[in-house]
C-alpha cells in the first residue's frame, strides 16, 4: 500500500529509537498528527523536533504510560497541541487492557517456559486492568496468585477477587513467577531479584523495558545464557539461575500474539479520536 514501516524482529534499544526517529525525520515531509502507543513517539518528537511538535493538529495515545507522560506534559505547561486519551475510554480499558492481556498473558508464558502453572506460586504486580487480566487467567489455572498493590482501592479490589494482598519483599524467595504489571520503573529491583528462588521466572506485562532492573543484571559476576528466542537464563556464582523472558520487555508483544478481536476495538476508538 505504500506506507513506509519500520521495524523488525530482535531490535536493539537504539535500533528502537532510530525507528521512531526515521517515522519524523522524513525530507519533503512533516507529520501533523501523532497515533501513539507509550508515549515514546511523542516524546521523541518532542524533545529532538518542538518546531514540528508545535505544529502538531492532535495527539491520539492508547496506554496508561503514554497517559500519564502527556499529563506530566500538561501539568508543566508544556502540552502546545490537542490530545486525546484513548486508554481512558470505555472501549479501551473495559476490553484491550482487560480481556487481550488475559488471553495474552497465558500464550506468553506457555509458549517461553512450557510450564505447569497448576500449584505454582506467582506474585503479580500492579492490579490495574493489566493485573486483573492476568490474575484471573493464572487463577483459572489454578496457580496461586499473589498482588502487590500501592492504590488502596485496587488491593481492595484484589482481596475482593480472592486474592492476597502482599509486599513483594515478603514472597519474593518463595514464588515461582513475578510478572509487572504497573507501567512503573524499578518495580523489581536487584535486591528482588538476588533474593529469588532458582529457577524464578520473570517478565513484564506493564510498558517498556524498566519494570524490571535489567541493567543491573548485565554485571561481570553474572553470567547470561540465551535458552531460546526471547528466554534467557542469568545465572548467579553459586549457580541460581533467573529465567527472564524478553529482556524485561513486554511479553504478550515480544513472546506471543494478541486477541486481534479485541485490538480491533481498541483501533475503531483510536479512528473515532482521530474523527474528532
Not at 521512531?20 to 497515533?35: F, T
Not at 499473589?146 to 494482598?165: H, S
Request: charged residues 25%; hydrophobic residues 40%.
Amino acid at each position: 500500500s505504500g506506507v513506509a514501516v519500520f521495524a523488525w524482529k530482535g531490535e536493539s534499544e537504539d535500533d528502537f529509537w532510530w525507528c521512531i526517529d526515521r517515522c519524523v525525520n522524513v525530507d519533503g515531509w512533516q507529520a501533523n498528527m501523532i497515533l501513539d502507543d507509550g508515549g515514546d513517539l511523542t516524546h521523541w518528537v518532542y524533545k529532538k523536533y518542538p518546531s514540528v511538535f508545535k505544529k502538531i493538529r492532535g495527539i491520539v495515545e492508547e496506554s496508561v504510560t503514554g497517559v500519564h507522560r502527556l499529563y506530566q506534559l500538561s501539568k508543566a505547561g508544556k502540552l502546545c497541541v490537542p490530545a486525546m486519551n484513548v486508554n481512558d475510554s470505555v472501549t479501551k480499558q473495559k476490553f484491550d487492557n482487560l480481556y487481550c492481556c488475559r488471553e495474552s498473558i497465558l500464550d506468553g508464558l506457555k509458549r517461553t517456559t512450557d510450564v505447569m502453572f497448576g500449584g505454582k506460586q506467582v506474585v503479580v504486580c500492579g492490579y490495574g486492568e493489566v493485573g486483573k487480566g492476568c490474575c484471573a487467567a493464572l487463577k483459572a489455572l489454578g496457580a496461586i496468585v499473589y498482588v502487590t498493590e500501592i492504590d488502596p482501592i485496587c488491593a481492595l479490589q484484589a482481596c475482593m477477587d480472592g486474592f492476597r494482598v502482599v509486599k513483594l519483599s515478603e514472597v519474593i524467595r518463595q514464588v515461582d513467577v513475578v510478572i509487572t504489571c504497573t507501567g512503573n520503573k524499578n518495580v523489581v529491583t536487584r535486591e528482588h531479584l538476588d533474593r529469588m528462588k532458582n529457577s524464578c521466572i520473570v517478565c513484564n506485562m506493564g510498558h517498556s523495558n524498566t519494570e524490571i532492573d535489567v541493567t543491573s543484571l548485565r554485571t561481570p559476576e553474572l553470567t547470561w545464557e540465551r535458552v531460546r528466542s526471547q528466554v534467557d537464563h542469568v545465572i548467579w556464582p553459586d549457580g541460581k539461575r533467573v529465567v527472564l523472558l524478553a529482556e524485561g520487555r513486554l511479553l504478550n508483544l515480544s513472546c506471543s500474539t494478541v486477541p486481534t478481536f479485541v485490538l480491533s476495538i481498541t483501533a475503531t476508538t483510536q479512528v473515532r479520536m482521530w474523527v474528532e
